[in-house]
C-alpha cells in the first residue's frame, strides 16, 4: 500500500502496485475498473501470470471481452473503501504527516476485519 498525490492518474499508481505484487499470487485474476484499462496496465498484469479483468472503455476501437460474474465481485473492494472512510479521521485526512495517514488507515482495517 503506498500514497499518491491527489492529482495522480490511477494508472501509473496502479503499475507500481502490480509491480510490487508481482508473480506472487500468480493465476489470481486482477479485478481492475476503467481507469487501469490501458494496455500497458493489461501488459503488465499478464507479465506476471495474471488475468485482467477490466472492462474496456467505450470510445475503445477493438474492445475485448471480459469475465463479466468475475468483474461484479469487484463491489466487495468498493465496499471496503466505503467502510474505511465510515471513520472520520481518514475521510477528512486530518493526520499532517504521511505515515500517520497510513497507520490510521492500516488501523481502520484491521477494526473493519476484527468486527
Not at 1 to 20: F, K, N, V, W, Y
Not at 26 to 43: I, Q, S
Not at 46 to 63: F, L, M, N, Q, W
Not at 92 to 100: A, F, H, L, N, W
Request: a positive charge.
Amino acid at each position: 500500500m503506498h500514497l499518491s498525490g491527489g492529482g495522480c492518474h490511477d494508472a501509473p499508481e496502479g503499475r507500481i502496485s502490480i509491480d510490487t505484487i508481482g508473480d506472487s499470487f500468480a493465476g489470481v485474476p486482477f479485478l481492475m475498473d476503467r481507469a487501469y484499462e490501458g494496455d500497458e496496465t493489461r501488459a503488465l498484469v499478464a507479465s506476471y501470470g495474471h488475468e485482467a479483468i477490466v472492462p474496456p472503455r467505450k470510445t475503445r476501437k477493438d474492445p475485448w471481452e471480459y469475465d463479466k460474474e468475475k468483474y461484479k465481485q469487484r463491489n466487495v473492494v468498493e465496499r471496503l473503501f466505503r467502510r474505511i472512510k465510515e471513520f472520520r479521521k481518514v475521510y477528512t485526512r486530518y493526520d499532517k504527516t504521511d505515515i500517520m495517514f497510513m497507520a490510521f488507515i492500516q488501523f481502520a482495517v484491521i477494526a473493519i476485519w476484527l468486527q
